[in-house]
């Protein structure tokens, strides 16, 4: 089985800055591939960022690209992202997820992801 469990968010002002968590348990997930998502109130679930298992590999939708960061350490099974420079439009839910079967990147679509976190609230003031 496995679980992931998102920290790291909260309100912040236009021009700060945050990192995302993300903790992964059961053995599957130790060689999935790790994405980022958010999803706004009234708006489709939207891909933000991927890293291959390994960490080598990474992809990010043009408007968070330069601005934020993924990573992960597979030593502590974490996932992370970096996120500066927010910006209002960056308000969402984020979800961090792991993609056991399907591991060529992008993989930017919500179905390619099989096990997904509760999420974590981003809120950016102006």
């Known amino acids: 089985q496995v679980q992931l469990v998102e920290s790291g968010g909260g309100l912040v002002q236009a021009g700060a800055s945050l990192t995302l968590s993300c903790v992964v348990s059961?053995?599957?997930?130790?060689?999935?591939?790790m994405g980022w998502f958010r999803q706004a109130p009234g708006k489709e679930r939207e891909f933000v960022a991927v890293?291959?298992?390994?960490?080598?590999?990474?992809y990010y939708v043009d408007s968070v690209k330069v601005r934020f960061t993924i990573s992960r350490d597979n030593a502590k099974n974490t996932l992370y992202m970096r996120m500066n420079n927010l910006k209002p439009g960056d308000t969402a839910v984020y979800y961090c997820?792991?993609?056991?079967?399907?591991?060529?990147?992008?993989?930017?679509?919500?179905?390619?992801?099989?096990?997904w976190g509760q999420g974590t609230q981003v809120t950016v003031s102006s």
């Open positions: 997820a792991a993609s056991l079967f399907v591991q060529s990147l992008p993989l930017i679509a919500p179905g390619d992801y099989d096990y």
């Open positions: 059961g053995r599957t997930g130790r060689r999935s591939a």
């Open positions: 890293v291959d298992w390994s960490g080598g590999d990474t």
